[in-house]
């Protein structure tokens, strides 16, 4: 009998500590989770089947508690918080430098445009894209267009 209250124990503590450690540490569905699910349910099932259905339903009443308590005081305390992305980008490609350039400048492509790469104008690097062709690395290019932080170029035949 006492063996029986352990394992319930036993096996509804580690499945609800996997459970959070699924939702604080390792987001989204993995094994853990499943694991932690898998053995708070065998444990409530060998409540019901081991200590009776009265045993098992407060089993049951109480491991629905200490989840949602858990989740409330993890959530209250600002837990998750600290797991979380605060910052943000801000920059913005070929911001900085983009009034130097004028369409017609010509310059050469650093990677293959497929169709966006990199670029060489005036000693600098540039994000380049074309209008849908593919343009080959080291190949001679012109700027077509100037708009909105982007560089539309062509190839130069």
Known sequence: MVLDWVTVILLIGIG???IIVELIFIPGTTIVGVLGFALAAIGIWIGYVALGTTIGHIVLALSVLASGVAVFYSF????WSRFALKGSIS????DDVLHTLHVGD???TVSA????????FQEQHFEVQTQGEFIDSNAAIRIITLTANKIIVEEIS
Do not use: S
Request: charged share 25%; proline share 5%.
């Open 76 to 79: 209250r305390n600002d837990a």
């Open 113 to 120: 445009l497929r169709p966006q790469g990199t670029a060489i």
């Open 16 to 18: 609800l500590v996997l």
């Open 106 to 108: 010509t310059g050469k």
């Open 91 to 94: 920059g913005k490609v070929n």
